[in-house]
Nanobody, 115 residues
Framework: QVQLVESGGGLVQAGGSLRLSCPVS????????MGWYRQAPGKQRELVAT???????NYDDSVKGRFTISRDNAKSTVYLQMNSLKPEDTAVYYC?????????WGQGTQVTVSS
């Protein structure tokens, strides 16, 4: 069974940095696009960034220049480096991945940015 487990969340002051990780485990043939999404209290889940198997990236305008998505295909892991964090970045962050043509989600990790 395929599983995604996020790690790296926590409490940080505004201007600080965090790095999220999300390895994909289980039995599978291939992983295509991987991504990070977030959901703040009372809001819908929204896209943060995605990365294709070949390394093409896409970012929401609100995080461009501050966040960097990357992946290690050998480790089946996607990362999100978050710099210059703002209080409005506070949310539960979820990773997802298209694994053998099926979409899987992690359980989420809390990121809290204090002002």
């Amino acid at each position: 069974q395929v599983q995604l487990v996020e790690s790296g969340g926590g409490l940080v002051q505004a201007g600080g940095s965090l790095r999220l990780s999300c390895p994909v485990s289980g039995s599978f043939l291939s992983i295509d696009t991987m991504g990070w999404y977030r959901q703040a209290p009372g809001k819908q889940r929204e896209l943060v960034a995605t990365i294709s198997r070949g390394g093409f990236t896409n970012y929401d305008d609100s995080v461009k220049g501050r966040f960097t998505i990357s992946r290690d295909n050998a480790k089946s892991t996607v990362y999100l480096q978050m710099n210059s964090l703002k209080p409005e970045d506070t949310a539960v962050y979820y990773c997802n991945a298209w694994v053998t043509s099926k979409l899987y989600w992690g359980q989420g990790t809390q990121v809290t940015v204090s002002s």
